[in-house]
């Protein structure tokens, strides 16, 4: 990146709080520190004005919950992507605003349900992007493991999980669980890992958010 970048992470939640949004947020300052783009941090949804967000070369969603944007937020949230602006989701970005059609579109699908946290095998579809070139081809970790509804055909998935390898999938063969797109002007990155503390020390889920962050801020 020739220039700092600004980096919005907001973590408002109206549903499940999750223990681990301060251990992501702090994953998301060093990210910052190492690589030359500045962490500004914010459960404050009156942020969400053209003029405030504009200021910002990316919004992450950290483990956000619920309907967390009035009609006002939504429509310069949107106003914000449609020139150029980009999305980070983590977890759940997707378990956030159900009733918002464009946002669906936008996050790329919706948390359904998921099983107990267990050992799974997540499945890399490729090599090329910057969050999953440093991966194994078959990555095993401990998380919180989503299922989904409402997933949108337009994604480019980065990983899927193979649900012979735990118990508690509903999505069948297909089952992605980190993926990106060009949606509406902006661009997207999200992946569903991170609901766990212990995942945000977890080297190779560093590389592969880093490579997230980056690939939107290119």
Known sequence: M???????VFSKTEGYVHESIADGLKTIQKLGAENDFKVFHSEDARLFVQDTLKKFDVVIFLNTTGDI???????????????????????SATDTEYDWHWYNKLVGAYFKSHPD??????????????STKYLPNSW??????????????SLT????LDESSYQGGEN???????????????KMFYTALGHRKETYSNPLFIKHLLGGILYVLD
Do not use: M, R
Request: proline fraction near 3%; glycine fraction near 10%.
């Open 140 to 153: 095993k970790l401990f998380e919180e493991w989503y299922n989904f509804k409402n997933i949108s055909t």
């Open 69 to 91: 944007l009035n009609e006002v937020q939504q429509e310069a949230f949107k106003k914000y992507i449609n020139t150029g602006g980009a999305f980070v989701g983590i977890h």
């Open 172 to 186: 069948g063969v297909f089952h992605p669980i980190a993926w990106c797109q060009n949606y509406d002007g902006g």
């Open 157 to 160: 998935v980065l990983a899927t």
């Open 2 to 8: 020739a220039q700092s970048k600004d980096v919005f």
């Open 117 to 130: 946290q267990q050992e799974a095998i997540i499945q890399i579809s490729g090599h090329k992007h910057p």
